[in-house]
């Protein structure tokens, strides 16, 4: 299994309740915040469509959940747009419904259509937890950055060991791998990560990965999100 950048490997280990799908609409990610939100275990969930899991309605009951997804539909036909919270009734065990409310984000993958949707659910009347704000706070300063035409410059300020600490990053990478693949020290690779950020004009990993395959410094076949093994059932755990 690929090991996360380390703030993806927070939402993974996060006590929000968060999943995630990759372009095919299957679920590469469900945490164990999400296993006791909605009751699921992520051997249920992941590998499955995020649809046929959830069945989600919305509050009046229509069906939300399905192949045409609205949200998937904005995100990947127009990621310019702005993604924003919703209410909906999701499927729990034993067929009865539970209302929750859903924060999507976009995590680029080269394509706009090759982008992982992650969402973080809560309950209606809960706060945004800090991790939801973080999230909402890097997808803000990639959407109001700079023109299309300084961008490039950006890319072009780091140096070459700084965009291949970039794409290590991307394909998952915590500090201690990177600094061994590379034969530098840890305390290296932060200050390159430091500088990365800085010339990027962004806080967070997650905001310099994003804008790593949003500028093709990374291809669509790196995995943007951890896949976590299926968590082994009852029957298996007894043997």
Known sequence: MPRPVEVLERIAASDDAVFAFDANDLI????KGCERLLGRAAYQALGRRCYDVLCGRDVYGNQYCSAHCPVVTQARNHPEQK????????TAPGGRMRRV???????????????????????????ASPLEKELAAASSRLEEGPSRRQRPARIEALSHREKEILRKLAEGLSTGA????LFISPVTVRNHVARILAKLGVHT????????YQ??????????????PPIPSARTRSR
């Open 83 to 90: 993604l924003h919270p919703f209410l909906l009734d999701v």
């Open 205 to 212: 990993k997650l905001a310099a990965v994003a804008f790593a």
């Open 28 to 31: 590469v990610l469900w945490n």
């Open 178 to 181: 990177i600094a061994e693949a």
């Open 215 to 228: 500028h093709e410094l990374v291809g669509p076949e790196h995995p943007s999100l951890p896949t976590l």
């Open 101 to 127: 409310s859903v924060t999507p984000f976009a995590i680029p993958g080269g394509r706009p259509e090759l982008a992982t949707i992650v969402h973080v659910v809560r309950e209606p009347e809960s706060a």
